[in-house]
């Protein structure tokens, strides 16, 4: 990787390190005033909160979007590669936000507790897991882009690859959406999870072996 | 002002109205659970506070100046235009922070209003103009420096303008910080040194007027 590639990577997850920080922040400060009763869960039901509060925390997801966008156009040079840094450092503060609010109040338990992940345009719920090992594959897919762009050998998705790879997080949003509906006990459709996953990784590894294919071409100065 | 000098300042600035949205909306939480009826001075007696809450709002400071500082070097090119996004993005951040917390609490109610500016590493306080007024100064500099640089006439502040920019700097941090300690443990504030602000901002306007004048004398690049 050069070393330009390299320190934008870097700067890029320390942003992502840094949002997850002022995420877990809020949302430790919503648990205060309405965690009282539900105790095991960070975001209380919606109902709950007052009308400010909830209008609040619907433009704080819209302004997350906004905030990872306006990085990701800042830190990329070209439309892969901003979509590249966008999910990067989306991962960097999905993971953040877990890791500072398990040392703030020690939540989440466990990988397996139940989390709402988004509220727009409804809520997404779903095991930590799910969100944080995506999060992880998020990371590890743009340093790849990154590594394999600056040897030389640029990946370049089919549309059929994209077709897939978008397909599969539909899937997984719909397994997340599935599980706002509040079924007792919440019983996570993990199966349509992987399902999305797997479409996710095979677009993605389908990419990767094709530029693997081509002609190597001169690498990035 | 080039296309991609424009392009990455409108991106500096729709992240620092996002990261001011983020900022307003903890704020408000924490109002929530701290001034219900409303903020103002004294401020709630430090050892009141939730000592978790504490603990995290310094760290999210930090933060803050972390943030800022990976946005501005991925906006960036050179030393002295990431430290222009720098100060472009904190004075964005700043405008719409007061703005986004008017529009949901409707404070301040004046740009007299007294504010907790900053915590680290003393309690900054002051009315809100002395703050809001320095982030618009921070987004025209940063306008200036992007015109000058595309113009073929680099702001290039010598050693001199930068001691005196740093001197104005530290002046009007003193008149935020020299009675932050007293009232953070539940004294009213005295009435703002605004004579000491004047002179401070005086001073960082001179430096930059004699940069951007010696820009605009040298010959055309």
């Not at chain 1, 996953?197 to 190597?216: L, P, Y």
């Not at chain 2, 500096?12 to 103002?40: I, T």
């Not at chain 2, 235009?81 to 964005?92: C, D, N, S």
């Not at chain 2, 915590?119 to 940063?142: C, D, E």
Request: hydrophobic share 55%; aromatic share 16%.
């Amino acid at each position: 990787m050069t070393r330009d590639s390299r320190n934008r990577f870097i700067w890029v997850c320390l942003f992502g390190l840094s949002m997850g920080y002022f995420e877990a922040a809020a949302v430790l400060y919503l648990r205060g005033l309405y965690a009282h009763g539900f105790p095991e869960y960070p975001h209380t039901p919606y109902s709950v909160c007052t009308q400010l509060h909830r209008a609040v925390e619907l433009g704080r997801e819209a302004m997350s979007i906004l905030m990872l966008l306006s990085v990701a156009m800042l830190a990329g040079r070209r439309p892969l590669e901003r979509f590249a840094f966008f999910i990067c450092a989306f991962g960097v503060w999905d993971v953040f936000y877990y890791a500072f609010l398990y040392l703030a109040v020690g939540w989440p338990s466990s990988l397996a507790t139940r989390d709402v992940l988004f509220l727009l345009p409804a809520p997404w719920v779903g095991p930590v897991w799910s969100a944080a090992s995506l999060a992880v594959l998020f990371v590890v897919a743009t340093f790849i882009y990154l590594w394999l762009h600056d040897s030389g050998r640029p990946l370049d998705p089919t549309l059929a690859e994209w077709a897939v790879a978008i397909a599969g997080a539909l899937v997984i949003v719909y397994s997340w959406l599935s599980g706002g509906k509040g079924a007792v006990p919440y019983a996570y459709p993990w199966w349509i999870w992987l399902i999305g996953t797997a479409m996710g990784v095979a677009a993605f590894g389908s990419t990767i072996q094709r530029s693997f294919n081509t002609e190597k071409m001169r690498p990035r100065a | 002002m080039t296309r991609d000098s424009r392009n990455r300042f409108i991106w500096v600035c729709l992240f620092g109205l996002s990261m001011g949205y983020f900022e307003a909306s903890v704020v408000v939480y924490l109002r929530g659970l701290y001034s219900p009826g409303g903020f103002q001075f004294p401020l709630t007696p430090l050892e009141t506070l939730n000592p978790i809450h504490v603990a995290v709002e310094l760290g999210r400071e930090a933060m803050s100046i972390l943030m800022l500082l990976s946005v501005a070097m991925l906006a960036g090119r050179r030393p002295l235009e990431r430290f222009i996004f720098f100060i472009g993005a904190f004075g964005v951040w700043d405008i719409f922070y007061y703005v986004f917390l008017y529009v949901s609490l409707g404070w301040p109610p004046s740009l007299a209003t007294w504010d907790l500016l900053f915590v680290l590493p003393v309690p900054w306080i002051g009315p809100v103009w002395s703050a809001a007024v320095l982030a618009l100064l921070f987004i025209v500099t940063a306008i200036v420096h992007l015109r000058l640089e595309d113009a073929g006439r680099p702001l290039k502040p010598t050693p001199a303008e930068w001691a005196v920019a740093i001197a104005g700097a530290l002046i009007i941090v003193y008149s935020w910080c020299y009675e932050g300690i007293e009232v953070v443990k539940g004294a009213m504030p005295h009435p703002y040194p605004w004579w000491l602000w004047l002179a401070g901002t005086g001073m960082g306007i001179a430096a930059l007027v004699n940069a951007i004048r010696r820009a605009r004398n040298r010959n055309e690049r």
